[in-house]
């Protein structure tokens, strides 16, 4: 029962760990997208 117990906080904080992750990836991406956005707008405006 102990090592049932062991394995299932392990899967939750794998789970845990994995979504934190998932969600630090979108959030990087997410950021080189507005930084490539932002540096378009910038030499369209120059023009």
């Known amino acids: 029962m102990e090592l049932l ?3 299932l906080l392990f899967a939750i ?3 845990i ?3 934190i992750s998932k969600v630090n990836k979108n959030i990087v ?3 080189e ?3 490539k956005i932002r ?6 405006s120059k023009k």
Not at 39 to 44: F, V
């Open 5 to 7: 117990t062991l394995v």
């Open 13 to 15: 904080f794998f789970a």
């Open 17 to 19: 760990y994995d979504a």
């Open 29 to 31: 991406e997410q950021t």
């Open 39 to 44: 540096e378009g707008l910038k030499e369209n």
């Open 33 to 35: 997208e507005l930084k």
